[in-house]
């Protein structure tokens, strides 16, 4: 793991400013790897590639970066882990090849030599961002894994390609505008990240997953460096292309041949990924899929293996207590910390340089913290994230499904109906008789929670009533200039009427949210504290698997994740595991009022907003004396904009 930056470009006046440059920017994703800084340039062809290394495979200066290939043609400089590496040297060395080091980089450089650029790429099991440079044939290749799970942004010019594993490094390149895009921040608002391509800045941009990109880079006849600005990205790896195939290959064996295969797969992803030459420990917060991980990973030890978590003193918050049962059952051995509103406090204010661009899923600061309670011990730790998109977990795909089977004439009166009784009151009124259903029993901030429900009722079609369960600031917009809300979504063109309302949900959460939300987070939070994390579920193989399966293994009308709940009871019992999801989240609502309240005033200061000019102060001050007044919980839309101000006030 590392981070990696640099350019392709002839605005330098000499060579030592190219590498000064190159340097600087590197420098600013020490973070990422501390263990080793390098630069590699040549300033006759424009181009500079800086390495910062985390060594977690081949610990010795032959695992350094930039690295040469074999035939000194190619240069690379390379962010992520390709699992299958032995294997790959294995078939590799049938064409005689040589190796220095048992870094998987030498393997990669070698793979593109071997075989080019797309063949290679179809043969990587991992996660990987990379910038290849091709000496011979004078282009640029930038690569990124299937599913996203290491970033790569970058920022093309009419004479400069610039590119980086993280935003900050791009503002050390001279001469560069970094204007906002109002776009981009709309739909910060609306889903509380923002979605690839596209970044807080104009004309900068993620690089997509599943796809590289190709930049000729010749002199013209007065020597000047001439980039096709015409660029040509290329998937080579689609998510629509795989579910729609599968759709044509559907799994029609039993319900335990699919349990057995998804075990099979992913027992060898988590084998694969407990390779490393360094320490390697879990985050187990409780649930299914972290649980269900650790076990596999404590299956494979001959030692305990370490795990972590994080609690919270609230108890509708708290998971520790079950993630602390379930590592004893399975011998682990088990750190927790609880948190308190110190903890929270000090991880706030650090946000704005661990995340770039604005980003706005409150988890952030647990997952912050379980990150740099691992670092202590361990340099790579395994995660149980993609469980829920891949089998159907989170709990809009059932809420959703209920209300789809709704008429909608029905939904319209019930919507009306919810409508005419506040929020406040609807609390009220959980507190004394509600939350004596079945159906509404354990529920958090019920009044604003009926409310959504409310308006997801009025959804005329799937496809809105989808939109309306994922946003956050939807008709009302908090943005000056009458910068609209509706219209910056993310794309649902993908969406069939082949599929299932739940599937379709699950493949946009897969290509979105997962990416550019879970994902982030994980490598953000991760990487602030030199470390690795790992992500077994997202091994390729198994996401092509699972969307191979009816939906009827994966949700029931009780719940998702059947195939991964029937798998965990060969590992524990199910009275450990079996209950109510909880997201990974931290109480908001109340710090903001109370311990928070003096730092969201000076951010949400009416003048203060009025001169940064990008936020309508009127709706923003009217939501923020609702919280406060306990009229309205609008913590969800108040973070986002909280994150948003602080970020600017790093970012002036």
């Not at 930039?66 to 690379?76: A, D, L, Q």
């Not at 796809?211 to 013209?220: F, G, I, M, N």
Request: charged letters at 25%; a negative charge; hydrophobic letters at 35%.
């Amino acid at each position: 793991m590392c981070g990696i930056a640099g350019s392709i470009s002839d605005s330098f006046s000499s060579s030592e400013e190219m590498v000064n440059v190159c340097r600087t920017m590197t420098n600013s994703l020490e973070h990422r790897g501390p263990d080793n800084c390098s630069i590699w340039h040549d300033y006759s062809n424009g181009i500079s590639l800086g390495h910062q290394r985390l060594s977690i495979l081949d610990l010795s200066e032959n695992g350094h970066q930039p690295m040469h290939s074999k035939s000194n043609r190619y240069v690379i400089v390379y962010n992520g882990e390709i699992y299958n590496h032995s294997a790959l040297r294995n078939e590799i060395s049938n064409e005689n090849n040589f190796w220095i080091g048992t870094s998987d980089t030498e393997t990669l450089l070698a793979a593109i030599e071997l075989w080019g650029i797309e063949e290679a790429l179809s043969k990587l099991v991992g996660m990987f961002a990379f910038v290849l440079w091709d000496k011979v044939d004078r282009k640029v290749f930038l690569a990124r894994d299937r599913m996203g799970e290491k970033p790569l942004y970058y920022r093309l010019t009419s004479n400069s390609l610039i590119f980086a594993s993280e935003l900050k490094s791009l503002k050390y390149f001279p001469s560069l505008n970094h204007e906002i895009n109002l776009d981009a921040l709309s739909m910060l608002f609306r889903y509380a990240y923002i979605p690839s391509p596209y970044t807080i800045y104009n004309e900068t941009y993620k690089l997509p997953q599943g796809t590289y990109l190709v930049l000729d880079a010749h002199k013209s006849s007065d020597g000047k460096l001439s980039l096709n600005t015409q660029k040509t990205i290329t998937p080579y790896w689609s998510l629509n292309e795989k579910v729609r195939s599968a759709r044509l290959k559907m799994h029609d064996g039993s319900f335990v041949e699919a349990r057995d295969n998804t075990r099979n797969l992913l027992e060898d992803s988590v084998k694969m990924q407990m390779i490393s030459d360094v320490p390697i420990g879990s985050f187990l917060s409780g649930g299914i899929d972290s649980s269900i991980i650790t076990a596999i990973m404590q299956s494979f030890s001959t030692s305990p293996i370490k795990t972590y978590s994080i609690g919270f003193q609230e108890s509708e918050y708290d998971e520790a207590i079950y993630s602390k049962k379930i590592a004893k059952y399975l011998g682990t051995d088990h750190t927790e910390l609880y948190l308190s509103e110190r903890d929270i406090i000090e991880t706030i204010t650090k946000l704005p340089s661990v995340f770039d661009e604005p980003f706005a899923d409150s988890s952030q600061i647990p997952t912050y913290l379980v990150s740099s309670l691992a670092a202590s011990e361990v340099k790579v730790a395994l995660t149980g994230d993609g469980g829920d998109e891949l089998f159907g977990g989170y709990n809009r795909y059932i809420y959703g499904q209920r209300i789809a089977n709704i008429p909608y004439f029905m939904r319209a009166i019930s919507s009306k109906m919810i409508k005419s009784v506040s929020p406040a009151t609807w609390q009220t009124l959980y507190k004394f008789f509600l939350s004596r259903i079945p159906v509404f029993r354990d529920q958090t901030n019920f009044g604003d929670k009926f409310h959504k429900l409310a308006q997801a009722m009025e959804a005329c079609t799937r496809k809105d009533l989808y939109r309306i369960l994922i946003s956050n600031w939807r008709k009302t917009s908090p943005l000056s200039k009458n910068h609209h809300i509706e219209g910056h979504e993310i794309n649902l063109d993908d969406w069939s009427d082949d599929f299932d309302f739940q599937q379709n949900m699950m493949n946009s959460d897969l290509k979105n949210y997962l990416p550019d939300d879970i994902l982030v987070k994980i490598d953000r939070t991760a990487m602030s504290h030199s470390l690795e994390g790992r992500v077994p579920f997202l091994d390729h193989r198994l996401v092509e698997y699972s969307l191979r399966l009816p939906l009827s293994m994966k949700i029931n009308k009780k719940g998702g994740k059947l195939i991964l709940k029937s798998l965990l009871k060969d590992y524990m019992p199910e009275n450990l595991f079996e209950r109510k999801k909880r997201g990974f989240a931290i109480p908001i609502e109340s710090l903001i009022r109370g311990p928070l309240r003096d730092w969201s005033e000076n951010l949400l200061d009416k003048k203060r907003i009025i001169d940064e000019g990008y936020l309508d102060e009127n709706i923003i001050r009217s939501r923020w004396e609702e919280h406060l007044s306990g009229a309205r919980n609008w913590q969800y839309q108040l973070w986002i904009v909280l994150m948003f101000q602080s970020w600017l006030e790093e970012n002036k």
